[in-house]
């Protein structure tokens, strides 16, 4: 079993950024690829970066790519999320997750509970 836990999530402004971040634990081995997908009231969870287990491939959303960066610390047993000219539309519950990269996402096996972000304008 992996556990994750993000941290890092909290209410800026439009335009400011925020880095979150996520402690893995548990069986990990740090060989899993990592991820982060989000959700906002109403909509379906969604795919927002993944980063492979060396940290060599990393996949974006569309809608992310250029402002959202993914890094991970295999020493820490982390992965991070910068995210930098954030929108109104970015504001979600950002969920770290691990597993398969498939198609150039992330196939999550384990899931975190969740951080809020919240862009005011």
């Known amino acids: 079993q992996v556990r994750l836990v993000e941290s890092g999530g909290g209410l800026v402004q439009a335009g400011d950024s925020l880095r979150l971040s996520c402690a893995a634990s548990?069986?990990?081995?740090?060989?899993?690829?990592m991820g982060w997908f989000r959700q906002a009231p109403g909509k379906e969870r969604e795919f927002v970066a993944a980063i492979s287990g060396g940290g060599g491939s990393t996949y974006y959303a569309d809608s992310v790519k250029g402002r959202f960066t993914i890094s991970r610390d295999n020493a820490k047993k982390s992965v991070y999320l910068q995210m930098n000219s954030l929108k109104v539309e970015d504001m979600a519950v950002y969920y770290c997750?691990?597993?398969?990269?498939?198609?150039?996402?992330?196939?999550?096996?384990?899931w975190g509970q969740g951080t809020q972000v919240t862009v005011s304008s």
């Open positions: 997750a691990a597993g398969p990269i498939v198609l150039r996402t992330l196939r999550p096996d384990y």
């Open positions: 548990g069986r990990t081995g740090m060989s899993y690829n």
